[in-house]
């Protein structure tokens, strides 16, 4: 059964850094295109980062900013999202997702989903 699963997410003060991870098990991991999204409550689901199979990344500029970066083991089947220089408006759960394509990806309609991690940041 194809398991996608995300950790690392809790509370933290603005100017703080976290690292998410996504621990993938259940399908061909290097196939794969990975990235993280994320939902802040009220607000609409927003593309964080995206990594294809090579390693190459893209990020959402008007979301990250600069200050988050993707990343991806794959001897470990683990996707991780460095978070940097957090701020409020950065809470939100943030997704972990993959496909095969990554224009599917980037559109919102991937073939997997986790089930997200919880990120708070207090001011």
């Known amino acids: 059964e194809v398991q996608v699963v995300e950790s690392g997410g809790r509370s933290v003060q603005a100017g703080g850094s976290l690292r998410l991870s996504c621990a993938v098990t259940g399908f061909p991991y290097s196939g794969h295109c990975m990235g993280w999204f994320r939902r802040a409550p009220g607000k609409e689901r927003e593309g964080v980062a995206f990594i294809n199979r090579d390693g190459a990344t893209s990020y959402v500029d008007s979301v990250v900013k600069g200050r988050f970066t993707i990343s991806k083991d794959n001897a470990r089947n683990t996707l991780y999202l460095q978070l940097n220089n957090l701020k409020p408006e950065d809470t939100a759960k943030y997704y972990c997702?993959?496909?095969?394509?990554?224009?599917?990806?980037?559109?919102?309609?991937?073939?997997?989903w986790g089930q997200g991690t919880q990120v708070t940041v207090s001011s």
């Open positions: 997702a993959s496909s095969i394509l990554l224009s599917q990806l980037q559109s919102g309609t991937p073939d997997h």
